[in-house]
Every structure is written in structure tokens, then in C-alpha cells.
């Protein structure tokens, strides 16, 4: 499971920095034009109370866009961070790798884990056939979160988990970023069966190989619908591989996740879902939501 993309997070520190420059820089000049002394007369005295006009109408508009900085610059001075950014929703402010932190973390992981299980349960409800899929297994946390929904449900849908068992691709830096690195992610295939109770459960079948080779052959050649795909390979590339095989088989209300989504549209899973979206116009995607993780939820409908 990944986190936020670090270079996402400094991107918006960087804008905000912008942002703040410039109205700082506006206020300066507002109050250089107010301050100017009034003992001028005739046109230049009308000029300067026109401006004067204008700048209080500029001054209440730009207190209203950015409402927060007098308690930003209280909390900066308070506790020597700029922290929080109006309008998002910061998750914690304990640090990485603590205790507390790792609560919290955990307590919001345990709540998406109850979403993956509520939509596949509505699937169950609405009667909509098809398997699980979960491309990119790593240690199989996602696919026991999977598994205990497909037992709930009585077992009728059949879960897949497709991995190399040997960690991640090269990635291609040009497509990836530097995040990710050759190998990273790798688990056996016997200890993530051994983890899952794979023999005991005869719906999960875990399939070992590259993408590009093992989903063009059976056994996924054979399967016919998919219900609910979790796209977890990271790299652009891995999920290029994925969309290509969801294309014939994700059903008329499917869900469709994206474990890695990437807040530019020209790197990893966004790119290849740009590219896969535009190349498909039979699909339209309802947005359901995204978490902190860039964990992104989309329902697919079919165009009659
Ligand atoms: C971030 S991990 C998955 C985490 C996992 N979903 C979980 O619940 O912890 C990414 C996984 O994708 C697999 N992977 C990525 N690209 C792949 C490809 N092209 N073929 C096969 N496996 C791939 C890696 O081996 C790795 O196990």
C-alpha cells in the first residue's frame, strides 16, 4: 500500500508558498497606496480616493478568498508549522512511525477495508455477477480484506490474485517518477498462500508470473466477468497490462480501483487509465471517492 506521492505533497507546498508570496505582495502594495499622505489636491486627491475606493472593495474580496491566514499565521507563530492548508483535510499531525501516528493510520485503513466490503456486498445485493481481482498482491492484505467479503457473500464469486511473487518491474522513469524501484514489493507465493489460507479456500487463486504473461493464458483468459478489479501493480506499464484485460470483462456496474493514483495525468495508473478511458468510450466511470492514500473508487457503467 502506498502513500501519498511525496512529490504531490511538495508540489502543493509550493504553490501554496506561491499563493501566500503574492498576497503578501498585494497587501503590501494596497497599504503603500492607502498610507500615501493626503495633503495633494485637485485631480491627483480624486484619483487617490478612487484608488482608495478600489483597494477597500480588492482588500474585503481578498480577505474572503483567503479567510484563513490570520489563524494560520497565529498557528505558525503558535507552533512553528504551517499546518493546516485551508480546504484539505490533514489526517494527523503525529509523527511518522510513532504509535499514535500508526493508530490513526490503521484506525483509517480499517474503515477503507469496511468500504471494499460494503461495495462487494452491494454487488452481492444487486445481483451483479462476476469475479474479484486484485493485480499486484504483494503480502496479501488486500486480498484477506477481499476474501472475507467473497465468504460473507457465500462464496459464490471466484478471487483472483495475480503477483510476479518477485516484486515490481523496472519502472520507466519517465512514466513512473522515481518512487518505485526493481524487486521493491516481493513476497513468495508460498507465504502469502501459507498467509491466506489459500488451500482452505478454494475460491482465491493466487496466479504467479508478469502480467503481460500470465493474463492473456489461462487460467485469467477464461474468465469472463469481472465484478470488482483492485489495481495494485504501481507502475504505469503493470497497469496498462491490467486495463487491457479488464476491457472485455468488467461488468455493467463493476468497481474499479486504483491503489496508486497520481495527481499529475502523465505518470503511472493516471496515465494509463487517461489513455485506456479515451481508447473506450463504451465505459463511463462514476466517481466514488478517493482517501489519503490516493486509494481511488470508481463505479463503470457500459454505454447502451
Ligand atoms: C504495492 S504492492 C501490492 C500491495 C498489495 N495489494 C497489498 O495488499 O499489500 C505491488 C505489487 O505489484 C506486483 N506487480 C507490479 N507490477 C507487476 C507486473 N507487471 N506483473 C506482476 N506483478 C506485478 C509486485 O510484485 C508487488 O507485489
Known amino acids: 500500500m502506498s502513500q501519498p506521492p511525496p512529490a504531490a505533497r511538495a508540489l502543493l507546498a509550493r504553490l501554496r508558498g506561491l499563493v501566500e508570496a503574492e498576497q503578501r505582495d498585494t497587501l503590501a502594495a494596497l497599504d503603500w497606496i492607502e498610507n500615501r499622505p493626503a495633503e495633494t489636491a485637485g485631480d491627483e486627491a480624486a484619483t487617490i480616493a478612487a484608488l482608495r475606493a478600489e483597494n477597500a472593495a480588492l482588500r474585503a474580496k481578498l480577505s474572503g478568498l483567503y479567510q484563513h491566514a490570520e489563524y494560520e499565521t497565529w498557528f505558525e507563530q503558535a507552533f512553528g508549522i504551517k499546518f493546516p492548508t485551508p480546504n484539505t483535510w490533514p489526517f494527523t499531525t503525529f509523527q511518522q ?21 460494503h461495495l462487494i456486498a452491494e454487488l452481492d445485493a444487486q445481483g451483479v455477477a462476476g469475479d474479484i481481482v486484485e493485480f499486484g498482491t504483494y503480502g496479501g492484505t488486500w486480498m484477506e480484506v477481499l476474501a472475507q467479503a467473497v465468504e460473507k457473500g457465500g462464496g459464490g464469486r471466484t478471487l483472483w490474485g495475480f503477483d510476479s511473487f518477485e516484486g515490481l518491474p523496472e519502472p520507466d522513469a519517465a512514466k513512473d517518477g522515481n518512487i518505485w524501484h526493481k524487486g521493491q514489493y516481493a513476497a513468495t ?61 468488467l461488468v455493467d456496474g463493476a468497481i474499479l480501483v486504483f491503489d496508486d493514483w497520481q495527481f499529475t495525468i502523465n505518470h503511472g495508473e493516471t496515465l494509463a487509465f487517461r489513455e485506456w478511458a479515451a481508447a473506450n468510450p463504451q465505459f463511463r466511470f462514476e466517481f466514488l471517492g478517493m482517501n489519503m492514500w490516493a486509494h481511488l473508487y470508481l463505479r463503470v457503467h457500459r454505454r447502451p
Do not use: N
Not at 97 to 117: H, N, R, S
Open 97 to 117: 512511525g510513532t504509535p499514535w501516528c500508526d493508530k490513526v493510520v490503521y484506525g483509517m485503513q480499517d474503515g477503507e477495508f469496511l468500504y471494499a466490503q
Open 189 to 249: 507465493l508460498e507465504e502469502v498462500s501459507t498467509r491466506l489460507r489459500a488451500t482452505e479456500r478454494p475460491f482465491l487463486k493466487l496466479v504467479k508470473g508478469w502480467f503481460c504473461d500470465t493474463l492473456p493464458v489461462e487460467p485469467a483468459a477464461a474468465v469472463e466477468k469481472i465484478a470488482y478489479a483492485r489495481i495494485d501493480g504501481d507502475l504505469y506499464s503493470s497497469c496498462v497490462d491490467c486495463l487491457a484485460y479488464l476491457t472485455d470483462r
